[in-house]
């Protein structure tokens, strides 16, 4: 018996990109982008660095495409902060997420 695999099993199929914001550090905003190809519910928050959420950017439905929302800490103090998008699917089941942090220097 041969043991005959087509395609690549290891490659992820991820329907949207979640690009680092810019400036970084930032002082006191900055930009976050991302894109959806699907549509699907989008949640894009903040959290400080204890994981505590700090803010929520996006919390709706929305069309496949491109997005930029301007991020303003002016309210929050110094330091490292993430934040995540998390999208669920229009058609159940699938959650796809990614995190990526971000310095606020005051």
């Known amino acids: 018996l041969s043991n005959i695999i087509s395609g690549n099993q290891n490659a992820v199929t991820k329907s ?13 905003n ?6 959806i190809s ?4 989008v949640t894009l928050k903040i959290y400080n660095i204890i994981g505590k959420e700090v803010r929520t950017i996006v919390s709706s439905s929305l ?18 902060y993430f934040y995540r998008l998390e999208i669920k699917s ?17």
């Open 63 to 80: 069309n496949p495409g491109n997005y930029k929302y301007k991020f303003d800490a002016t309210d929050l103090t110094s330091g490292i």
């Open 38 to 41: 699907n549509l699907g519910f």
């Open 16 to 28: 949207f990109h979640l690009l680092q914001n810019y400036p970084n550090p930032f002082n006191p």
């Open 30 to 35: 900055t930009n976050l982008e991302f894109g």
């Open 90 to 106: 229009s058609t159940g089941g699938e959650s796809l997420s990614e995190t990526k942090s971000m310095i606020l220097l005051k």
